[in-house]
């Protein structure tokens, strides 16, 4: 049982345009949400992330968004830059039983354009 | 401050022999997590260790185990290798157990079992 979805496998944006990028959980009792960018040979690198407490998160060029009631998470990437080429992995975690591991999706690769 | 480091970067290895993967988190951080990532599968929790016990453990079978050691490193092992081990093995820390806050990830090990 997959508890976090992201469905687009791969999205293609035009440089300078926005990429969205979507994920989905099915567990109610995640309260931490966080997106990693992760290029290829390397491991994933933090991004930026959520707490269920707040609909909304900016940092520079990424702004992640929260729909508790829809149980769904976005990351919003503007303008989009040809480094920002890579897979996105959103995360999410919970603090019950003293334990946070985070669950992944399976990952969105973003291809920018030039 | 150097990031996480580990080794070995690439592994091969036959079936039914066994493996040890090397994990060196950042200096500071007490907690290491172990993700197996696999094309498929996305990223998968293995195992969380902080202060040389394991905290949580993910859905592997009991040939997948780990150690910490007083200084924070942390091993893992598979033993009687399977051809569906073949996985990129992340390692991540963390400055306080667990992924409510960023964990910090290193290379991973390329594991391929022929």
């Known amino acids: 049982d997959q508890q976090v979805k992201q469905n687009s496998p791969s999205l293609s944006v035009q440089e300078g345009r926005i990429s969205i990028l979507n994920c989905d959980y099915t567990?109610?009792?995640?309260?931490?949400f966080l997106w990693y960018k992760k290029y290829p040979a390397e491991g994933p690198t933090f991004l930026i992330s959520?707490?269920?407490?707040?609909d909304k998160n900016e940092d520079g060029r990424f702004t992640v968004f929260l729909n508790k009631s829809a149980k769904h998470l976005s990351l919003h990437i503007v303008p989009s830059q040809p480094g920002d080429s890579a897979v996105y992995f959103c995360?999410?975690?919970?603090?019950?039983?003293?334990?946070?591991?985070?669950?992944f999706g399976k990952g969105t690769k973003l291809s920018v354009i030039p | 401050k150097a990031g996480v480091t580990q080794t070995p970067r690439y592994l091969i290895k036959t079936r039914g022999q066994q493996v040890t993967l090397s994990c060196s988190p950042i200096?500071?951080?007490?907690?290491v997590s172990w993700y197996q990532q696999t094309p498929g599968q996305g990223l998968q929790f293995l195992f969380e260790?902080?202060?040389?016990?394991?905290?949580n453990k993910g859905n592997f079978p009991g040939r997948f185990s780990g150690r910490q050691f007083s200084n924070s490193r942390s091993e893992m092992n598979v033993s009687t290798l399977e051809l569906g081990d073949s996985a990129l093995y992340l390692c991540?820390?963390?400055?306080?157990?667990?992924?409510?806050?960023?964990?910090?990830f290193g290379p991973g090990t390329r594991l391929t079992v022929l």
């Open positions: 567990n109610s009792m995640f309260d931490y």
């Open positions: 995360a999410a975690s919970y603090s019950g039983a003293g334990s946070y591991q985070l669950t």
């Open positions: 991540a820390s963390s400055l306080i157990p667990g992924g409510g806050n960023e964990q910090f």
């Open positions: 959520i707490s269920s407490i707040k």
């Open positions: 200096s500071g951080h007490r907690s």
């Open positions: 260790y902080f202060s040389e016990t394991q905290r």
